[in-house]
């Protein structure tokens, strides 16, 4: 499927993750899961068999060189280094007009760098699917069949399948965060599906989007796209780079192209997560506990542990605290009456908090400022 090309945005501190993940280590450089690779080495590896070598990164200038070894790309070809987070839109944007400048109107799809995806066949089958409506003109989402109702994830409205193709369902909106009622309704409706933020379109339908809605974003970005490749690239990214405006792409064109009937979404259940904090990474991590593979006395109440970022897996003592995650560095950790614990020990750092403060811990980082921690982010 050479015409199709993958865009992975790669930016972001992943906070609520500290101290695993900081703003000069993100997560998606990290292995996580000890599985051998970080989540951007799978995510590229899970695209691969789609795109072959089309696939583009997008990071920042922090990050660059990190990207490039890891993955063995060329920088200023596979990899578009920002200057400095302009959000989503920009990063993907930009990416769809390079390619569009490179190879004409091909069909681009993108997909976050940090994420884990368990039944990847099921993944790529939604891929081409969405590939399909995205050739019938649709900018295309691919949305989270939800076994629970989360709170922490936006909503997609999906209503009837789109004529000519076999999944993929019309949007009529795109839902902010619920409350815990509102999520329950959502799933109880069997019509709402979670959005992952993956997006696939032909790159004249994306570009054609972004200027309806945002045409001076877009007048900034095709002026990139079209020194890109060119010796003017440094002077004009100084000059435009700047002046670019700060939004996600689901509110610059994924909504309002919804509301005009441009948007379809393919429904999938392919063992998605965000990793988006300790809680979801505890999940994550108890399913691979519960693989034939591992033995454990009992993988639904026994702390899950993992080894932090340059340590060992150290012994990890656990009573009466069922339901915990332990990252261990150079230290044995014990446990003692604490449920959901979650304790990661790193060189530098150690967080002791629960589960159900997992969406906080982005908070502690904050404090840091003025405690002369900073180096800690």
Same mark, same amino acid.
Request: without cysteine; glycine residues 8%.
């Given at each position: 499927?050479?015409?199709?090309?993958?865009?992975?945005?790669?930016?972001?501190?992943?906070?609520?993750?500290?101290?695993? /993940?900081?703003?000069?280590?993100?997560?998606?450089?990290?292995?996580?899961?000890?599985?051998?690779?970080?989540?951007?080495?799978?995510?590229?590896?899970?695209?691969?068999?789609?795109?072959?070598?089309?696939?583009?990164?997008?990071?920042?200038?922090?990050?660059?060189?990190?990207?490039?070894?890891?993955?063995?790309?060329?920088?200023?070809?596979?990899?578009?280094?920002?200057?400095?987070?302009?959000?989503?839109?920009?990063?993907?944007?930009?990416?769809?007009?390079?390619?569009?400048?490179? %190879?004409?109107?091909?069909?681009?799809?993108?997909?976050?760098?940090?994420?884990?995806?368990?039944?990847?066949?099921?993944?790529?089958?939604?891929?081409?699917?969405?590939?399909?409506?995205?050739?019938?003109?649709?900018?295309?989402?691919?949305?989270?069949?939800?076994?629970?109702?989360? @709170?922490?994830?936006? %909503?997609?409205?999906?209503?009837?399948?789109?004529?000519?193709?076999?999944?993929?369902?019309?949007?009529?909106?795109?839902?902010?965060?619920?409350?815990?009622?509102?999520?329950?309704?959502?799933?109880?409706?069997?019509?709402?599906?979670?959005?992952?933020?993956?997006?696939?379109?032909?790159?004249?339908?994306?570009?054609?989007?972004?200027?309806?809605?945002?045409?001076?974003?877009?007048?900034?970005?095709?002026?990139?796209?079209?020194?890109?490749?060119?010796?003017?690239?440094?002077?004009?990214?100084?000059?435009?780079?700047?002046?670019?405006?700060?939004?996600?792409?689901?509110?610059?064109?994924?909504?309002?192209?919804?509301?005009?009937?441009?948007?379809?979404?393919?429904?999938?259940?392919?063992?998605?997560?965000?990793?988006?904090?300790?809680?979801?990474?505890?999940?994550?991590?108890?399913?691979?506990?519960?693989?034939?593979?591992?033995?454990?006395?009992?993988?639904?109440?026994?702390?899950?542990?993992?080894?932090?970022?340059?340590? /060992?897996?150290?012994?990890?003592? /656990?009573?009466? /605290?069922?339901?915990?995650?332990?990252?261990?560095?150079?230290?044995?950790?014990?446990?003692?009456?604490?449920?959901?614990?979650?304790?990661?020990?790193?060189?530098?750092?150690?967080?002791?908090? @629960?589960?159900?403060?997992?969406?906080?811990?982005?908070?502690?980082?904050?404090?840091?400022?003025?405690?002369?921690?900073?180096?800690?982010?």
């Amino acid at each position: 499927m050479t015409d199709f090309h993958a865009i992975i945005p790669a930016g972001g501190a992943g906070t609520r993750l500290w101290p695993l /993940s900081r703003s000069n280590a993100p997560k998606f450089l990290a292995d996580l899961t000890n599985a051998g690779q970080s989540l951007l080495q799978a995510t590229v590896r899970r695209l691969e068999s789609l795109t072959g070598e089309n696939i583009v990164v997008v990071t920042g200038r922090k990050h660059a060189f990190a990207v490039s070894r890891q993955l063995r790309l060329l920088a200023g070809r596979n990899i578009i280094v920002e200057p400095s987070p302009r959000d989503s839109m920009a990063a993907i944007g930009l990416a769809t007009a390079v390619i569009a400048q490179r %190879y004409g109107d091909v069909v681009v799809g993108s997909f976050a760098a940090d994420h884990l995806i368990a039944d990847e066949e099921a993944f790529h089958d939604a891929v081409r699917e969405a590939i399909a409506a995205a050739k019938a003109g649709y900018v295309v989402t691919i949305g989270i069949t939800p076994d629970h109702a989360a @709170t922490g994830f936006g %909503y997609i409205h999906a209503t009837e399948v789109v004529d000519g193709l076999t999944r993929a369902r019309a949007v009529s909106e795109f839902l902010e965060k619920p409350d815990a009622h509102t999520a329950q309704e959502y799933v109880a409706s069997g019509k709402y599906l979670w959005n992952a933020g993956m997006f696939v379109a032909r790159t004249s339908v994306l570009l054609g989007a972004l200027e309806r809605f945002e045409p001076e974003l877009h007048a900034g970005i095709m002026r990139l796209a079209t020194a890109w490749d060119t010796s003017a690239r440094d002077e004009v990214l100084a000059e435009e780079w700047p002046k670019l405006k700060k939004i996600a792409i689901d509110h610059a064109i994924a909504e309002p192209l919804a509301a005009a009937g441009g948007v379809a979404v393919v429904p999938v259940e392919m063992g998605w997560s965000d990793v988006g904090d300790y809680a979801s990474l505890r999940d994550v991590q108890r399913k691979d506990a519960q693989s034939p593979d591992v033995q454990t006395p009992d993988a639904q109440t026994e702390p899950v542990s993992g080894v932090a970022p340059g340590g /060992s897996l150290q012994p990890v003592i /656990s009573r009466e /605290s069922p339901g915990a995650l332990v990252y261990t560095h150079s230290k044995p950790v014990a446990l003692l009456g604490i449920p959901n614990a979650v304790v990661v020990e790193t060189a530098d750092a150690i967080l002791v908090t @629960t589960r159900d403060h997992a969406q906080s811990v982005k908070n502690i980082v904050d404090d840091f400022d003025g405690l002369g921690l900073e180096h800690l982010r």
